[in-house]
T-cell receptor, first 113, second 117 residues
């Protein structure tokens, strides 16, 4: 069974631009969560989606948004990029919320210049 | 408030030594889950274990073992006979049920384990 896939793997953007990251969960998994990892703040929760509905949101500004499609694939968008948005963005998938293991993808490394 | 503390920032051992990574958590919930993940230099978080708050049995998987003690709010991870391939950052994480089932993970700051040959 294929694991969680994230595209693109690396991205370089300029301040003020916007970016869209994609995550395809493991086949059969309906829950997707997103995390931001930076050296200063560590791993921080961004959002959680299940059945196309956002169930939970972390403490991030409104520039960070996401969505989930009917095939469980998810995208997250960051508008008006800032230098501090440079990070590794990780996506995790699971069968559902709460009672299941969560498996992570390889991440998207975003650099904002 | 929920919190995960990994007090050991970096640990260096020589191959074949045993090493224990500490994890202490705080939660207001009675039902919660604890996790350990491994992050090698490639960056992907590799799932190691999930344990629910009602199951205090210790677990062993090959060279890995976990000791869960609710009395001290700890969920420690031991690697026996460490190998160079064990070198990575290890994260402990907590997921609560308060307010409903969720996959939101609260991570500790991680412990960098370096296993020298």
């Amino acid at each position: 069974k294929a694991g969680v896939t994230q595209t693109p793997r690396y991205l370089i953007k300029t301040r003020g631009q916007q970016v869209t990251l994609s995550c395809s969960p493991i086949s059969g998994h309906r829950s997707v969560s997103w995390y931001q990892q930076t050296p200063g703040q560590g791993l921080q929760f961004l959002f959680e989606y299940f059945s196309e509905t956002q169930r939970n949101k972390g403490n991030f500004p409104g520039r960070f948004s996401g969505r989930q499609f009917s095939n469980s694939r998810s995208e997250m968008n960051v508008s008006t990029l800032e230098l501090g948005d440079s990070a590794l963005y990780l996506c995790a998938s699971s069968l559902g919320p709460g009672d299941y293991e969560q498996y992570f993808g390889p991440g998207t490394r975003l650099t904002v210049t | 408030a929920q919190k995960v503390t990994q007090a050991q920032t970096e640990i260096s051992v020589v191959e074949k030594e045993d090493v224990t990574l500490d994890c202490v958590y705080e939660t207001r919930d009675t039902t919660y889950y604890l996790f350990w993940y491994k992050q090698p230099p490639s960056g992907e978080l590799v799932f190691l274990i999930r344990r629910n708050s009602f199951d205090e049995q210790n677990e062993i998987s090959g060279r890995y073992s976990w000791n869960f003690q609710k009395s001290t709010s700890s969920f420690n991870f031991t690697i026996t006979a460490s190998q160079v391939v064990d070198s990575a950052v290890y994260f402990c994480a907590l997921s609560e049920r308060y307010g409903g089932a969720t996959n939101k993970l609260i991570f500790g700051t991680g412990t960098l384990l370096a296993v020298q040959p």
